[in-house]
């Protein structure tokens, strides 16, 4: 593509008077007014009065415009994208497919209940599946993404524990290691966060954590594999610290994909938790939206879970038919105007459903084993701070060598290059130079490997030729955007 020319914003193409279209010739006189008096008038203030300022451009120069402009975005469909943290980069085809029926696109969110039992019948599958997935007794899918998910689970704990009169449970134990959600949701929930730290391994220490324990906590959030892609060995024992101090555990589910079919959080002791469904179950999720995190909480918290809920009941006929339950008293009230992300609701039930209980099982083991065959495979070359295996992400603590000023950003950059989205970069926080690599369980040994050998070669640059890394990417349309200047002072018109 001829980037000079195509890759400029559409307003510098414009030309005056330049066009792709003709409009028929208006019949209307100037001065006709309509017989009808009932048409509203435009008020005064809301007329234009000058012409708004379009790009004139004709067509051809438009269509290259866009299709070059697509062709700039990186995505799963154009290459490998290890990012960790994010888990479930595939999105099957046959999931959009079934999310774009139109019998689903075309329904109303306020149409009656009669009207759309189809939808409701999805809604209330796929909440029943995720309950046996998660060993949970009940599934709202109501909330819109991961933190929507923890807020909601969360409000749910603190409603048992104001239930019970126990008012002065308002600590949220969070591990060092947690995602930046976590924290987050606690306070917006009104709740104090309480930062319990990891042992050299990675994992939680049960030792720091016990004397945390008392009658003010509310909950231990955790994540299990955590942020860095640990299996978390002691859950067991932490849940009944918890539970033995009156507190109740609540399971971060984001990285819930290797331990899918295979390990229960509700078995592990957990008593509510989050599922990302734009992350385990599909549906593209870059650049942050659509999502879905749907809230399980296991039997005796049902009652505190967000309205509008979904209730399967017998029809007249004596066959199955689904209600609406809009009004419960201990219930949180509604967390969303409708029944949360139907399409990405949708794009979740035919993942499970195309897998089936046996696919479901093999995505953790294959996702467990790509990501060690990278770790392996580069630990040479790449400071691993913490050994052993690993699930389904690992984190690296940049290069070795450190003495060729080569960071994480550079070799983040240089990847772009050979066409790799870049890894996770400096987080978890636990790590200067923290570089999270997340394969996922879809991608094949060929695409594994290549990108080995690139992480190899960008490793040998930096011995050899650390300039090359240092002042990467060299072929990207866009190289060092200023990303501060970006976030502190964003444009977002433009202007001639
Ligand atoms: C992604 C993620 C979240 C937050 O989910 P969002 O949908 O982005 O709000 C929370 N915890 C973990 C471990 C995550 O990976």
Do not use: W
Not at 80 to 101: D, Q, R, V, W
Not at 167 to 196: F, M, W, Y
């Amino acid at each position: 593509m001829n980037r000079e020319l195509y890759g400029k914003l559409v307003f510098e193409l414009s030309r005056q008077g330049r066009r792709g279209y003709r409009l028929p010739d208006n019949h209307i006189p100037d001065n006709f007014t309509p017989a009808d008096d009932t048409v509203p008038e435009i008020p005064d203030n809301l007329l234009r009065r000058d012409a708004l300022t379009l790009p004139e451009c004709d067509e051809l120069t438009v269509v290259r415009h866009y299709n070059n402009m697509s062709t700039n975005n990186f995505g799963v469909d154009t290459g490998f994208y290890p990012l960790g943290s994010c888990t479930m980069k595939y999105n099957p085809k046959i999931n959009e497919e079934m999310a774009t029926h139109r019998a689903f696109t075309r329904t109303h969110p306020a149409a009656p209940q009669q009207d759309v039992q189809g939808n409701l019948k999805l809604y209330h599958t796929l909440q029943t599946y995720l309950s046996e997935i998660g060993g949970m007794a009940e599934f709202t899918l109501n909330p819109f993404a991961g933190a929507h998910g923890e807020l909601t689970g969360l409000m749910v704990i603190r409603a048992y524990h104001d239930s019970r009169n126990d008012r002065q449970r308002r600590k949220v134990i969070v591990p060092d290691s947690a995602h930046g959600t976590n924290p987050a949701s606690a306070a917006v929930a009104g709740l104090e966060v309480v930062e319990v730290k990891s042992r050299p391994d990675g994992t939680v220490d049960v030792d720091d954590l016990r004397p945390l324990l008392d009658e003010t906590v509310a909950a231990v959030m955790m994540t299990n594999p955590n942020t860095l892609g640990l299996f978390e060995r002691n859950i067991p024992e932490i849940a009944r610290l918890a539970h033995e101090a009156g507190a109740l555990m609540y399971y971060d589910g984001a990285n819930l994909n290797p331990m899918l079919g295979i390990a229960r959080p509700g078995d592990m002791g957990f008593d509510v938790m989050h599922i990302n469904l734009h992350k385990t179950f599909s549906t593209p999720h870059g650049g942050g939206g659509p999502g879905s995190g749907p809230v399980g909480v296991r039997a005796g918290l049902e009652q505190f879970l967000p309205l509008p809920r979904v209730e399967k009941i017998e029809a007249p006929d004596g066959g199955e038919a689904y209600r609406l339950v809009t009004e419960s008293t201990e219930a949180l009230g509604a967390v969303s105007a409708t029944l949360g992300n139907f399409a990405v609701q949708a794009r979740a039930l035919a993942y499970i459903l195309s897998l089936g209980s046996e696919g479901l099982m093999q995505v953790g083991p294959l996702a467990t084993l790509n990501a060690n065959y990278i770790k392996e495979s580069l630990k040479d070359d790449y400071l691993l701070p913490i050994e052993g295996v690993c699930k389904h992400e690992f984190v690296f603590d940049g290069l070795r060598d450190k003495s060729t000023g080569v960071t994480t950003l550079n070799i983040a950059k240089r990847l772009l290059d050979h066409g790799y989205h870049a890894p996770t970069i400096y987080f978890p926080l636990l790590f200067h130079e923290s570089l999270m690599i997340e394969p996922t369980e879809t991608e094949s040994k060929e695409t594994l490997d290549s990108f080995i050998e690139v992480m190899h070669d960008i490793a040998r640059e930096a011995r050899e030729t650390p300039d090359v890394v240092l002042t990467a990417p060299h072929n990207t349309p866009i190289a060092h955007p200023d990303d501060t200047a970006a976030a502190l002072n964003p444009v977002t018109t433009f202007t001639l």
